[in-house]
């Protein structure tokens, strides 16, 4: 089965701080992976994304996440939290099935605090 | 257009009243998809469109629900003798391909009284 799990669904942080948002996943083909960002009341955005290329993946607002095939995650990392980066984020895998269809599963979402 | 839009933004019903939702993609993306997010859940994937043809429609919640697109460009997505239990933001994105980056609407938040 397919699936996305987001170990936290809180996470606070000093501004400063590193960030670090965990999500490992399951799929029984090589997935495609995401990590969307929503501002409160504001639509989804793209942060990075992971189609085998490069297994670190560089992101906007300086975000990066490391596909680690071995342990099955995709963690978020920012090395320093910024106010503005408090927000819900969704992890998302995209498995491909052996119909040839694609699911779309997000994350429950983690909802980043960032304290002054 | 700039950017994926819904209409109507919010939408008020009563129960048992059918409702329409649209969306229209980012011009030239192929591959459309509808979200659902309830409060306090993440976001359930409903169906997704590659040009005006859905596979899978299994992640419908029931079949009150249908969703159709036409002319590989505008969505609507149909719901049937609304339920209380369908409140929910309504999201529709986008992708110049399938699998790709998705680009989200500002959403629909349906309230069914």
Known sequence: AQSVTQLDSHVSVSEGTPVLLRCNY???????????????NKGL????????????????????????????????????????DAAEYFCVVTPRLTSGTYKYIFGTGTRLKVLA | GAGVSQSPSNKVTEK???????????????????????????????????GNSAPDK???PSDRFSAERTGGSVSTLTIQRTQQEDSAVYLCASSLVLAETQYFGPGTRLLVL
């Not at chain 1, 799929?27 to 495609?32: E, G, I, N």
């Open chain 2, 58 to 60: 299994s992640g419908l």
């Open chain 2, 16 to 50: 048992g009243k059918d409702v329409e939702l649209r969306c229209d993609p980012i011009s030239g993306h192929t591959a459309l998809y509808w979200y659902r997010q309830s409060l306090g859940q993440g976001l359930e994937f409903l169906i997704y469109f590659q």
């Open chain 1, 45 to 84: 955005q793209l942060l990075l994304k992971y189609t085998s290329a490069a297994t670190l993946v560089k992101g906007i607002n300086g975000f990066e996440a490391e596909f680690k095939k071995s342990e099955t995650s995709f963690h978020l990392t920012k090395p320093s939290a910024h106010m503005s």
């Open chain 1, 26 to 40: 399951s799929s029984s083909y090589s997935p495609s992976l995401f990590w969307y960002v929503q501002h409160p």
